[in-house]
């Protein structure tokens, strides 16, 4: 998501209440089942009288579907329509399918793509299998940008005065928190000009172990961030590193390839950098 650094409070052409419209629709998570005007207050730090218009707005509007029961909302067929004609549209997602599966199968571990939403990085693709239980989460989840593989191979693929206004964003949502979140940004940073790509081994969450690498376009959209992660038993530092981390980034760089209509590294330029075992591991289609 780029940002224009103009303080909203200032811009002519910003809109605040649309703004804080879908504040509210954002308030809803994929767990969620009904949210009341309290709990949206508290996530949105709206004032309470300002959320229970907006719902009211929002519900003659028909994005949300007032429960008089329980005195909540849910999100209606119309606000989901929004999300699901916005993943209709990302092309990327589509064409990377075959790919994460191919390296969901080769790995055991989940793949994801994802792109930035404020201060996470939300999935908007997953391929999960049956050996991935420990790794709940699916379409529409969400992983903080700073501690987690996919948000770091995000971070290191803005351009300095991106990463620049995204560290300002993320130290103000952690406050206290971030002297050491940035440590550990700076950090993967060191791993990504290392190899090429992140990792993260319980700095997100104790039991996952995860690679990351971001997906650069030339359209002007972007960047992406995908993922390969497992509990942390099975995708240990070292084998995120010699392993799991040079597969996931020969499936980006395929996927470039394919997104930009070019040929793809050839199949001795992969199985350098690919080994597992004292074996050469197949990555992505077309190269078995």
């Known amino acids: 998501m780029k940002r224009t650094g103009k303080k909203t409070a200032t811009d002519r052409n910003f809109v605040v209440a649309l703004s804080r419209g879908l504040d509210v629709l954002r308030a809803f998570q994929p767990s969620d089942g009904l949210l009341g005007n309290q709990e949206i207050a508290a996530r949105t730090n709206l004032p309470k009288p300002t ?33 699901y004609a916005a993943l209709s549209n990302l092309g990327v997602r589509h064409l990377s399918e075959p790919f994460r599966e191919e390296v969901m199968r080769a790995t055991g571990g989940a793949v994801a793509i994802g792109g930035r939403d404020r201060h996470s990085m939300i999935y908007f693709g997953q391929s999960r299998g049956s050996e991935t239980v420990g790794v709940q989460l699916d379409v529409g989840s969400r992983v903080p940008i700073a501690t987690s593989a996919m948000g770091r191979a995000y971070f290191w693929a803005l351009d300095e005065d991106n990463r620049a206004e995204l560290s300002r964003v993320l130290r103000e949502h952690y406050g206290s928190r971030w002297p050491k979140m940035r440590d550990g940004l700076e950090r993967s940073g060191e791993t990504v ?96």
């Not at 959320?51 to 989901?80: D, H, I, N």
């Not at 990792?199 to 997906?215: E, F, M, R, T």
């Not at 799991?244 to 980034?249: E, F, K, M, S």
């Open 51 to 83: 959320v229970s218009r907006l719902t009211y707005t929002l519900t003659k509007l028909g994005y949300l579907t007032p429960v008089p029961r329980f005195e909540k909302y849910q999100l209606a067929p119309a606000a989901m329509a929004l999300g």
């Open 193 to 288: 000009a290392k190899y090429g790509f992140a990792i993260s081994v319980g700095d997100w969450h104790d039991d996952i172990g995860a690679a990351g690498v971001a997906l650069r376009l030339n359209d002007g959209t972007g960047p992406y961030a995908f993922n390969c992660g497992a509990p942390a038993f099975r995708f240990t530092e070292e084998r995120l590193i010699n392993d799991i981390g040079p597969r996931l980034l020969a499936m980006v760089r395929n996927i470039e390839a394919a997104l930009g209509g070019l040929m793809p590294q050839s199949k001795k330029d992969v199985s350098k950098k690919l080994k597992s075992g004292g074996k050469v591991a197949r990555v992505a289609e077309g190269f078995r």
